[in-house]
């Protein structure tokens, strides 16, 4: 096997790896796809036979695949599940919210240590404070997640824009 | 999800326009369209695996192209690719969009300041 060949093997490796951190349902629709192709780039860099060459390559290749699995992954998140289905734009609407209350209630106790200090705090009091800023983080998480949900169309065109 | 009007998907972005226009001459798999769009634009668009793939993924959703069955020659060609094709969308669009191109550089050559100025 030549040095060429070699060299194709382990960056097919060294590509096939950075796949991964595509979202996985366009991992799995794609990335045969993108294998083949980037297979065929390699041959034509080689070809060529210049360091120079390959070395741009990689380069334009790096920078693709960073903006790209960016962008890929800004799709997922704004991607609605099934948005044809009202129960589904529901669940849509809700699921950040619930997700992002459920991370921050957690922060509810720990911002109260922090503001009011635990050791002269009734544990009734404690409860209530705590309580009130869990409440008040869920609310905020569900405005922001009201005002995305509103938003989305804007950032749908900003990110077909910014494409 | 309410159906889209050709003119929901304008202005195009410049990778999906050179997709199109290379789909447009026939179909073509992912190497063929990176190659041609390369040649089209003297090489001043160089699209990547992963904007191409990113691309392609929206015009297939959005109904735009559509992967073709055929194979032009099964014997020269790798069963592995996937071919793809405009659909009467597709055309739609790239119609639509040319025609607003058109109507830019019509509006652009006649300021004075364009028809004054040659390119360099």
Not at chain 1, 28 to 36: K, L, V
Not at chain 1, 131 to 136: N, Q
Not at chain 2, 46 to 65: F, H, K, M, Q
Request: a positive charge; charged letters at 25%.
């Amino acid at each position: 096997m030549g040095p060429g060949n070699l060299s194709i093997q382990y960056s097919e490796r060294l590509y096939n790896a950075l796949l991964s951190f595509y979202p996985a349902h366009f991992r799995i629709r794609f990335a045969p796809e993108m294998m083949q192709l980037f297979r065929d780039c390699c041959h034509d860099a080689l070809e060529k036979g210049q360091v120079a060459v390959v070395v741009a390559f990689w380069l334009r290749l790096s920078r693709d695949l960073c903006i790209s699995v960016l962008r890929e992954r800004g799709r997922e998140l704004i991607r609605p599940v099934h948005a044809d289905h009202p129960l589904m734009g529901l669940v849509d609407l809700l699921l950040i919210p619930s997700m992002v209350t459920a991370n921050l209630v957690a922060l509810g106790p720990i911002l109260t240590l922090l503001i009011r200090g635990s050791a002269e705090m009734p544990l009734d009091q404690f409860a209530v404070t705590s309580g009130f800023f869990s409440v008040a983080i869920g609310t905020l998480a569900l405005v922001a997640s009201l005002v995305i949900t509103k938003l989305r169309p804007t950032v749908r065109l900003w990110v077909k824009l910014s494409m | 999800m309410a159906k889209k009007e050709t003119s929901d998907f304008l202005p195009l972005t410049p990778a999906v326009f050179h997709i199109l226009v290379t789909l447009a001459d026939g179909e073509a798999h992912g190497y063929a369209m990176m190659q041609e769009v390369a040649r089209r634009s003297g090489g001043a668009v160089r699209l990547g695996p992963g904007t191409l793939y990113g691309a392609i993924s929206r015009l297939l959703e959005d109904g735009v192209i559509e992967e073709s069955e055929e194979r032009p020659d099964p014997r020269m060609d790798d069963s592995r690719r996937r071919y793809y094709r405009l659909t009467k969308l597709g055309g739609q669009v790239l119609a639509a969009e040319t025609e607003r191109l058109a109507d830019l550089v019509k509006a652009a050559r006649s300021t004075k300041v364009v028809r004054k100025l040659k390119p360099a």
